[in-house]
């Protein structure tokens, strides 16, 4: 075995470590950015979990895939609805497919400082409305929903709607 000075095996350390943070910098694939989300999340109300609020999320088919059950019992109806996340590879954006009463939405993605957001558009007393949704979980285990819209005056984001989802 031969013998390294003591500024070769310095420099050998530090090639070492600047491979591994280099390589640990993108630490998820962007098609695997929900593997975070899946289980069964409550809407968390008052600190309590409100079990009139069900959202399950599972992969499906394959990574990058997900496939989402929402469950609203708000006491005199239940509503359901079903949701698909999948991964376009050529486009490299989520996509979001979101069907309920009433409701068809497809949702392209735009990815903002680390942070994937979904996009829609609606219109309210005849003006066009842009919003984004993100899921995020937080250090302490629970997801956050965040649903902001566009502010025309200022052209930037507010927060309408932050959701707090814990799994059982």
């Not at 470590?17 to 993108?26: C, G, I, N, R």
């Not at 005056?153 to 959701?163: D, I, Q, R, S, V």
Request: without cysteine; glycine residues 6%; hydrophobic residues 35%.
């Amino acid at each position: 075995m031969k013998n390294f000075s003591k500024s070769t095996y310095l420099f050998l350390l530090g090639f070492i470590l600047s491979v591994s943070t280099f390589s640990q910098v993108k630490l998820v694939d962007d098609k695997d950015y929900y593997n975070t989300l899946t289980g069964n999340w409550f809407l968390v109300s008052d600190n309590q979990l409100d079990s009139g609020f069900n959202l399950e999320i599972k992969s499906s088919l394959h990574s990058g895939v997900y496939e989402e059950k929402w469950t609203f019992d708000i006491g005199v109806r239940v509503f359901k609805s079903i949701a698909v996340r999948i991964w376009e590879e050529e486009e490299e954006m989520w996509k979001l497919y979101w069907f309920g009463p009433g409701i068809t939405r497809i949702s392209n993605s735009e990815k903002v400082d680390n942070i994937w957001y979904f996009l829609n558009e609606t219109e309210r007393d005849g003006k066009k409305i842009l919003g984004r949704t993100s899921w995020e979980i937080q250090n302490n285990g629970d997801m956050h929903r965040h649903y902001e819209i566009m502010n025309q005056e200022t052209n930037g984001w507010e927060t309408k709607t932050l959701e707090v989802y814990r799994k059982k």
